[in-house]
T-cell receptor, first 112, second 113 residues
Framework: QKEVEQDPGPLSVPEGAIVSLNCTYSNSAFQYFMWYRQYSRKGPELLMYTYSSGNKEDGRFTAQVDKSSKYISLFIRDSQPSDSATYLCAMYTTSGTYKYIFGTGTRLKVLA | NAGVTQTPKFQVLKTGQSMTLQCAQDMNHNSMYWYRQDPGMGLRLIYYSASEGTTDKGEVPNGYNVSRLNKREFSLRLESAAPSQTSVYFC????????????FGPGTRLLVL
C-alpha cells in the first residue's frame, strides 16, 4: 500500500465550478501538509501549506486536513481555465526519519 | 532572485553515456534534493543533502551519484545512462531538512535512447 493515495484523474469541470481534490495517507506521524500546482512542463509550485488538522483559506483556495481520518482536501472555488494543471499533495514529519512524501497528482481541466 | 535553477532544460543521451545535471539555489537554503518524476509514479526522491558536506540516499538512488559542491549547488550525475533513467528530474531546496516547504526548479527532461 502506498503511503499517500491520490486519484490521478483527469477531472474535467466547467468554469466557475467548485473543485474538490483529495488525498488519503497511512502514516499518522505526518504533521505538515502541502498542495502544489504543476503546469505542464514546469516545476511544482506551492499553493497551500498547513500544520496539523483544520482549515486554511487563501483566496479561492481552501485546504482542509482531517488527521483522525488521515484525509486532506483542496477546494478551489470559482474555478478558472488558468487553474488547469496537475495538483500534487505532499506531507512530511519532523519526528523520526526525515521523509517528504508526494501523491502522484490529480490532473484538472477547467473548461471555458 | 532566481530561486532554484537547473541546467540543462532538455538532454538526449545514448545508453552508456554519462552526464551531470546541475542545480543551484540563491535562497541560502541548507537542504537540497533531487527527484525524478515519471507518469503514474509521482515524485520519487533520488538523493538529498541536509547541509553542505553531507549527502544521503533517497528512495531510488541506484545508477546516480551526487555532489554538494557548496551551499548553493547540488549536482546529479549519471555515470552510465540507461533507458530506465528517461524521466523528468527536479531539484528542490528547503531552509533546513524536513523544515518548511520545498521550492522546486523548472526541471530537466532527459531521454535515454
Amino acid at each position: 500500500q502506498k503511503e499517500v493515495e491520490q486519484d490521478p484523474g483527469p477531472l474535467s469541470v466547467p468554469e466557475g465550478a467548485i473543485v474538490s481534490l483529495n488525498c488519503t495517507y497511512s502514516n499518522s506521524a505526518f504533521q505538515y501538509f502541502m498542495w502544489y500546482r504543476q503546469y505542464s512542463r514546469k516545476g511544482p509550485e506551492l499553493l497551500m501549506y498547513t500544520y496539523s488538522s483544520g482549515n486554511k483559506e487563501d483566496g479561492r483556495f481552501t485546504a482542509q486536513v482531517d488527521k483522525s481520518s488521515k484525509y486532506i482536501s483542496l477546494f478551489i472555488r470559482d474555478s478558472q481555465p488558468s487553474d488547469s494543471a496537475t495538483y500534487l499533495c505532499a506531507m512530511y514529519t519532523t519526528s523520526g526519519t526525515y521523509k517528504y512524501i508526494f501523491g502522484t497528482g490529480t490532473r484538472l481541466k477547467v473548461l471555458a | 532572485n532566481a530561486g532554484v535553477t537547473q541546467t540543462p532544460k532538455f538532454q538526449v543521451l545514448k545508453t552508456g553515456q554519462s552526464m551531470t545535471l546541475q542545480c543551484a539555489q540563491d535562497m541560502n537554503h541548507n537542504s537540497m534534493y533531487w527527484y525524478r518524476q515519471d507518469p503514474g509514479m509521482g515524485l520519487r526522491l533520488i538523493y538529498y543533502s541536509a547541509s553542505e558536506g553531507t549527502t544521503d540516499k533517497g528512495e531510488v538512488p541506484n545508477g546516480y551519484n551526487v555532489s554538494r559542491l557548496n551551499k548553493r549547488e547540488f549536482s546529479l550525475r549519471l555515470e552510465s545512462a540507461a533507458p530506465s533513467q528517461t524521466s523528468v528530474y527536479f531539484c528542490a531546496s528547503t531552509p533546513r531538512l524536513a523544515g518548511g516547504t520545498q521550492y522546486f526548479g523548472p526541471g530537466t527532461r532527459l531521454l535515454v535512447l
